[in-house]
């Protein structure tokens, strides 16, 4: 394996992490676009699926008394029964259409809490399902399963010890599910990311060791900020990749 490649790997993973550390999300949201690049698409997707794994674990440990499982476990329910629609609209609709309509709805969403426009909900298991089924169609369709659950909890003004828990906590059960059904289609072969993924872990340790010193001397004006911005920025992305693919 070249030193170059581990070095491109580790530099992208690093970073990667420290969003990750910080925020609660984004690992895969930063890397992604760069490692595509380096190791194709479909590598891509498998090895941040599994190298995820090791740092979302790291994260679930140190943040255990922080979050609320059994409110995760509701998002995480509504997610998998969103994802069933999601996966068949994929096949009867245009990829960038979807893409291009949620990358809208996101902006939307995203540019109504920069105004704190807030929506007071009345029952909360509902409103949980009902945002993990939007979370689950958009992961299926175009890969965000991440924006509409941070809008959730910011729509309800988590404190943001809480607020990053709960999201690596729902983000290692997704991750889980997906490499479980990766593994039974035969996508996911261990054997080819492993190796990257050992060499790749003194980078991610570095990069949470650092959020996580970042992450408390930031105040929750800061947070929320990042959090949107981040969401912002995906959404931009978005549809910036349905228009110019």
Known sequence: MEIQYVFLVSVVI???????AVT?????????????IIMGPMETVIFLLFSGMFM?????YKTWKDGHSNQVLVLFLGSLLGALPGAYFLKIASVNTIKA???FCL???????MKNLKFKIIHQHLAQIGCGFISGFCG????????????????ENLPKEAMRANLVRFF????AGTLALSYYWGTFRPGEIINITLLSIPAMLLGWFLGERLFYKI????????VIGTVLVSSIVTIASSLFS
């Not at 609660?24 to 760069?34: I, Q």
């Not at 979302?56 to 679930?60: D, E, P, S």
């Not at 902006?107 to 809490?113: C, G, M, R, V």
């Open 14 to 20: 690093f970073a990667a992490s420290l969003a990750q």
């Open 24 to 36: 609660g999300f984004g690992f895969a949201l930063v890397a992604a676009p760069f490692l595509a």
């Open 56 to 60: 979302k674990a790291v994260m679930v």
């Open 101 to 103: 309509i949620i990358g």
């Open 107 to 113: 902006l939307f969403a995203t540019l109504a809490l």
């Open 140 to 155: 299926a369709t175009a890969g965000l399963n991440g924006p509409p659950i941070v809008c959730y909890y910011l729509n």
């Open 172 to 175: 290692i059960l997704g991750n």
């Open 219 to 226: 105040n929750a004006v800061l947070f929320n900020r990042l």
